[in-house]
């Protein structure tokens, strides 16, 4: 159980690097605050999009 929990820690993390990535915002730190925060983390990048220049 503990390892599909993990899973979807990383998981979260590798989503909001691809969102990131997609909206133009730093990748890194969407991708810790996705293991961080998990899904919280991934509706904040859906919720956020694209950044303006």
Do not use: H, P
């Not at 979260?12 to 983390?41: H, I």
């Amino acid at each position: 159980m503990e390892f599909l929990s993990v899973l979807i820690w990383i998981a979260c993390g590798f989503a909001c690097y691809k969102f990131a990535e997609k909206q133009g915002r730093n990748t890194v730190l969407a991708a810790v605050l996705g293991v961080v925060f998990g899904l919280f983390a991934v509706v904040g990048y859906l919720i956020a999009g694209d950044k303006k220049q």
